[in-house]
């Protein structure tokens, strides 16, 4: 497994040695398991023009104190990579739908095991055919090949137009049309050729079945299970002495439909790809603006960030319904749909990294409304404005709010490891083992006295927690552990404010909002944002060769100068993206 | 235990067990095993190797996370001999006389230590360790066991070509997941590289009776010959198809790495001309329908454990597997319980965070995971075969992955049943090593691995599954086994 890019030396003061004191080991949430953030050059926004490996972009500067952001990205440096890719978990469900044209695989889906991942979904070092998959997939072919077969306008979706009438025309058309999109290239004649020779077992193989039916789901079952299907690969030849191989039109099509759609490359990319259109930068980056602005782009928007986020956990919220009547079984889900709505809604507008912490804007159905203090009719979401003195962003909804609590009180410790381990990639050392825990409620004491009490000044946590993670939770008592608004915590005014060290410079905060903004500002979470995105797009981890161009996008998006989609653009663009090392 | 006649066994067929969902219902005497005349030969397979392990610690003497000491309440009050009599004299205050029903084919170990300290998440470091005794990898949520895992091993060498172990789970959390919510990984199936589990009881099922059937004999051979010539036929093309792309000189370690391991899985379909005849009751297999194809349901955890007892017991029993693992928790298990009118996550209790009632809730909880592991005890005597129950045909293992709630990795409880056909000894609560906590805090801190690391235990189970392994985990441990414990 690669390792991470290194701390930032703006964490030199914890690399000191200083004795890091107890982390309250709830949860056991002693280190993050992100890349740590590199160190960024201050940003300077000033007008400047982004150039990624095809398109490019201008955008004017905001104004801005510190080094000048260069006008166009580093140089790529291209890094080994691998070579085969097998689909992730998902995009394999997608794909399997997209390439048969099904709507409904969720039986023989559930059939399919996930991946034992710690980290994004489709690293591909650590995805594997094992022999558990591998049966369940050879079941999975095996069943849709009988679904599709069984259908007969299912199977003459996956036959040309125009095709022969003929068993053999008709099948050589249906494996050379059909293997062009499940191998996501052409088929080599003697690919054709052999699969034709399994098609023409069918007769033997399926006694009593309809030839080209038989012969179908024969070639159905072994293209599914081909190498060819389950890797997206890497595989043209390299140049004598070339430095850099880029990859070809059906490879370029393939990555960027994987990368930024997390299925098959769509009708339009196969065509572009033949027609050799896909080794054209400008003709890349078109393709890219197409399918960051469809459907398919914002479902791979989601996938990403439901990782980052974590969401795929809110399902696990529970709360007691007697202390908390605004909360209902329906409630932990439409916490996690309110987050993608809302970054959904900031992707389409243009919007940037700053806007999940700094929008008043919500999207509230009739389930999450109670919490909010608004009304709603029904189920839909609507577009709502909050107060926003009380909600600024992802970090004062209501899922990031209640997923980690313990009990009827916010959990001050694990929102504030969240925001520093997910959101500003900091690596935290080890607990210590003197460790305690919670000190009991007292009559008049508020959930920050408590969690300080016990972790604060005096205590063996005092350099760790409070330091590290627990002022970024103190931020949010506002919250309740539901994450309505309050200003009373256990009969006293809540405090809300605290000062943490952000981009090296200790930053004061009144509360969450405050907070908020100020991370949507910091060189710490831009960074970690972009480290986060290029993992995901690139399917690897990130080496030192990166740092650079991650530098230059945190840059560019702490300046609010580049755009989610853009930014996505520009790492799908690089030349890192489209060659590969020899 | 006493031998059944061979006509009373002609006679008693069926054996009545309870299933999940309290019903009586009837378990055949195991086919595979039914002599053709009363002096038929003793079947003699492989000894199964079936291994719970449990999360959070168990509340022995030692001390808390907060240096406070706590009494022992988990391990017999004596060492040596286990009768039921001395068992029971125990329940009150001990968590183990829960297994009183069991005491002569019981085998309790205490003393078994962790040889790696924890670099951050102790549950985690725990996870890594407690089935392969490999050193772990840095990172604290995610580090990972530098071997594979005594299940691998197990499966490589004794189950069919290519068979898996089976490997389960019942928690919260999916595969997958980044940083603390995640399974926690138990079972490697190469160093590094952690094995999925199964999480829906049904989807265990549905893998376990394609390959062994479902209690009906198969009546259309020909359909599974013609199967299994599919099969090949579509293997004889994909085989190629790989191999060719392992002749190219250009690709990485990791991907000739992934390719090997993919080839190597590639199988034909054996055709099946029988069926086992055992079956899992229909309103089991009901229930894990209902439960669908993500158990993480708090509400359905319990009930999920108890019917991937029943399926590790039906998979040995019909010859599946002859290894299987069952990880209770995720990471951490944060399950929450009611118990005496107090709803409490357990891994708060395990930390004493619930105030003065802590220690009683996680007792409380050591003696449902015990209760569980009788459960799978009962399952595994309910199956007769010639030479006695199934039970004693194998070793059934429960453990944890910390000792205790404060994470320490000295004294990690082991308890075996069944001697794995007369390997093992029986009846006895055997202290390995030095069997004392060492003082002070030992959160995430390496035990005594010098004389009672894991790695001897692992050696001795292995040993019992007839897999002779005096060197299993980190090379760098000390050889052996566990001679004490090895009749």
Redesign the interface.
């Known amino acids: 497994?690669k390792r991470p890019l290194n701390p930032s030396s703006s964490m030199s003061w914890v690399a000191a040695g200083l004795a890091c004191g107890a982390l309250l080991?709830?949860?056991?949430?002693?280190?993050?398991?992100?890349n740590t953030m590199p160190g960024g050059a201050a940003a300077n926004p000033g007008t400047g023009s982004v150039t990624g490996g095809g398109g490019s972009a201008s955008y004017a500067g905001s104004g801005g104190s510190g080094t000048a952001i260069p006008g166009s990205p580093p140089p790529s440096a291209l890094v080994?990579t691998?070579?085969?890719a097998?689909l992730s978990?998902q995009q394999w469900s997608n794909t399997i739908r997209d390439l048969l044209q099904l709507t409904d695989i969720s039986e023989i889906d559930?059939?399919v095991?996930?991946?034992?991942?710690?980290?994004?979904?489709d690293q591909a070092?650590?995805?594997?055919?094992?022999?558990?998959?591998?049966?369940?997939l050879?079941?999975a072919s095996e069943k849709l090949a009988d679904v599709v077969t069984a259908d007969s306008a299912a199977l003459a979706r996956l036959v040309p137009a125009g095709a022969p009438a003929d068993t053999a025309g008709k099948a050589r058309a249906f494996i050379t049309s059909f293997g062009l999109r499940a191998f996501r290239r052409p088929l080599t004649e003697a690919e054709i050729t052999?699969?034709l020779g399994?098609f023409n077992?069918g007769g033997?193989?399926?006694?009593g079945v309809d030839p080209f039916k038989s012969g179908a789901s024969?070639v159905l079952?072994?293209m599914l299970?081909?190498?060819?299907f389950?890797y997206r690969t890497e595989?043209v030849a390299?140049a004598p002495g070339a430095t850099k191989v880029p990859l070809n039109d059906y490879e370029v099509s393939a990555k960027l439909a994987f990368a930024l759609t997390n299925t098959m490359p769509d009708e339009e990319l196969f065509t572009a790809a033949a027609a050799g259109q896909l080794h054209d930068p400008a003709q890349v980056a078109a393709q890219a603006r197409r399918l960051l602005d469809s459907t398919e782009g914002l479902s791979g928007v989601n996938n990403f960030n439901m990782?980052v986020y974590?969401l795929?956990?809110y399902?696990?919220i529970?709360r007691?319904t007697q202390a908390f009547p605004d909360f209902t079984p329906a409630t932990p889900q439409a916490m996690r749909e309110e987050v993608l709505q809302l970054i959904d809604w900031i992707f389409s507008q243009g919007g940037s990294v700053k806007d999940f912490y700094t929008t008043p804007v919500a999207f509230v159905n009739k389930t999450l409304a109670p919490i909010y203090g608004v009304t709603a009719a029904s189920d839909t979401f609507t577009k709502v404005e909050l107060d926003p003195t009380q909600r600024s962003g992802l970090l004062t909804q209501a899922g990031f709010l209640s997923s980690y609590n313990?009990?009827d009180d916010p959990d001050i410790i694990h929102r504030g490891v969240f925001i520093a381990?997910?959101l500003l990639c900091v690596t935290?050392?080890?607990?210590s083992?003197?460790?305690?825990?919670?000190i009991?409620l007292q009559p008049n004491m508020t959930n920050r006295e408590r969690v300080e009490m016990t972790t604060g000044k005096g205590t063996c946590g005092e350099t760790c927690h409070s330091n590290l993670f627990n002022p970024l939770g103190n931020a949010f008592e506002n919250y309740d552990a539901i994450g309505k608004y309050r200003t009373v915590d256990h009969g006293k005014p809540v405090n809300a404010a605290d000062v943490y060290r952000l981009d090296g410079e200790l930053k004061s905060f009144s509360n969450g909002v405050e907070l908020s903004h100020a991370l949507a500002e910091s060189k710490q979470l831009h960074a970690c944002y972009t480290q986060n995105m290029m993992t995901y797009l690139h399917g690897r981890l990130l080496s030192s060769e990166d740092q650079p161009t991650v530098d230059y996008y945190a840059q560019l998006s702490r300046a609010g100068m580049i755009s989610l989609r853009d930014l996505e653009l520009a790492v799908v663009t690089s030349d890192a993206f489209l060659n590969r090392l020899? | 235990m006493k031998k059944q006649d061979p006509v009373a066994r002609e006679i008693n067929r069926r054996l009545v067990l309870r299933g999940v969902g309290g019903l009586m219902l009837g378990l055949p005497l195991l086919e595979s095993f039914m002599p053709r005349r009363a002096s038929a030969q003793t079947a003699v397979r492989s000894p199964f190797v079936l291994i719970i392990v449990s999360d959070n610690g168990v509340v022995q003497s030692g001390v808390t996370l907060g240096g406070q000491p706590e009494a022992e309440r988990f391990w017999p009050t004596t060492g040596g001999a286990l009768t039921k009599a001395s068992m029971l004299a125990d329940k009150p205050t001990r968590a183990t006389g829960e297994l009183a029903d069991y005491a002569e084919n019981l085998l309790i170990v205490k003393g078994v230590n962790l040889p790696y300290s924890s670099n951050g998440c102790s549950h985690s470091a725990a996870d890594a360790q407690i089935l392969t005794a490999a050193s772990i990898t840095p990172g604290s949520t995610n580090c990972l066991a530098e071997g594979i895992s005594i299940d691998t091993a197990i499966a490589k060498a004794k189950n069919p070509a290519g068979r898996d172990p089976l490997v389960l789970h019942a928690g919260m959390f999916a595969p997958g997941g980044t940083g603390f919510d995640i399974p926690g990984y138990v079972s490697y199936v190469t160093p590094k590289q952690p094995r999925v589990y199964i999480d829906a009881p049904y989807k265990a099922y549905q893998q376990i009776i394609g390959v062994v059937g479902n209690g009906t004999a198969p009546t259309d051979t020909t359909a599974q010959t013609l199967r299994a010539a599919r099969s090949k036929s579509i293997n004889d093309l994909l085989r190629p198809q790989i191999q060719d792309l392992l002749k190219r000189t250009d690709l990485s370690q990791n991907d000739v790495d992934r390719l090997n391991q993919h080839f190597a899985a590639i199988r034909d379909i054996e055709v099946k001309m029988t069926s086992t005849s055992i079956t899992i009751p229909d309103a089991d297999v009901a229930t894990m329908k209902t439960m669908g194809a993500k158990p993480y349901d708090q509400a359905t955890r319990e009930a999920a454990v108890r019917l991937h007892l029943d399926l590790m017991a039906f998979a040995v029993a019909a010859d599946y597997t002859r290894v299987a693992v069952l990880k209770i928790g995720d990471r951490i298990d944060d399950h929450e319980y009611t118990i005496n009118g107090q709803k409490f996550k357990f891994h708060d209790a395990s930390h004493r965070t619930l105030g003065p009632s802590s220690v009683d809730l996680c007792h409380a909880v050591d003696r449902l995971m015990l209760n569980h592991y009788k459960y799978l005890l009962d399952k595994l005597s309910g199956y007769m075969t010639p030479t006695g129950a199934l039970l004693d045909q194998g070793v059934a293992i429960w453990c944890n992955q910390c000792a205790t709630g404060a994470h320490s990795f000295s004294n990690v409880p082991w308890i075996l049943a069944g001697t794995a056909n007369g390997y093992l000894k029986r009846g006895q609560f055997v202290t390995v090593g030095s069997g004392q906590m060492p003082g002070g805090s030992q959160d995430g801190k390496a035990g005594d691995a010098a004389n009672s690391g894991v790695n001897k235990m692992l050696n001795t189970v292995m040993s019992a599954a007839g897999v002779a392994s005096d060197n299993f985990g980190n090379a760098s441990l000390p050889k052996g086994v566990f001679s004490e414990l090895i009749a």
Do not use: W
């Open positions: 497994m080991a709830i949860g056991c949430t002693s280190a993050s398991d992100n080994a691998p070579r085969l097998r978990r559930q059939g095991s996930g991946d034992a991942l710690i980290g994004f979904d070092d650590a995805l594997y055919v094992t022999e558990q998959l591998r049966q369940q050879a079941d052999t699969h399994l077992q033997t193989l399926y006694p024969l079952q072994a299970q081909s190498p060819h389950l595989l390299a990782q974590r795929g956990t399902d696990g529970t007691d313990k009990g381990t997910r935290l050392p080890p607990p083992p003197k460790a305690t825990a919670l009991d020899p």
